[in-house]
């Protein structure tokens, strides 16, 4: 009980998801048939990463005010197709928390803290065969 009521308190000062909660999150990034090299691009097309599988990126989960943060990440290995998944960040829990504090609504928004990354993106690419060359 007196957990809830701290988490309270502390959503009452201005940003609760700001306060408890994070504007960058790290992200696993693996490929299930071996290591394989990414590139992470934001919907800007501008280059946010580069590196091999498995790896941990930090990644920013807003994109600007009010903004949620959407990323294509392209995986390449030789004998596999190459592939594109799509890397979006969703609302976080912790803003709810602003329903007790009107000004939270606005500052989170503005730290990106208001969206969350998901923890993890595993991929499994697919071998290419002879049928996926010759389409």
Not at 74 to 79: I, L, M, V
Request: aromatic share 10%; with cysteine.
């Amino acid at each position: 009980m007196n957990r809830l009521l701290m988490v309270l308190m502390i959503c009452v000062l201005p940003g609760c998801a700001s306060l408890v909660s994070n504007s960058a999150w790290p992200v696993f990034i693996d490929n299930a048939t071996g290591p394989a090299e990414f590139v992470i691009k934001n919907k800007n097309d501008v280059e946010m990463a580069r590196g091999q599988t498995p790896a941990i990126i930090i990644l920013e989960s807003g994109a600007g005010y009010f903004a949620n943060a959407d990323y294509i990440v392209h995986f390449s290995k030789p004998g596999y197709r190459n592939q594109g998944y799509r890397l979006v960040s969703r609302l976080n829990g912790w803003y709810l928390g602003n329903m007790l504090n009107i000004v939270g609504l606005f500052i989170d928004p503005a730290t990106g803290a208001m969206w969350r990354l998901p923890q993890q993106l595993i991929i499994a690419l697919p071998k290419l065969t002879l049928s996926s060359i010759v389409q």
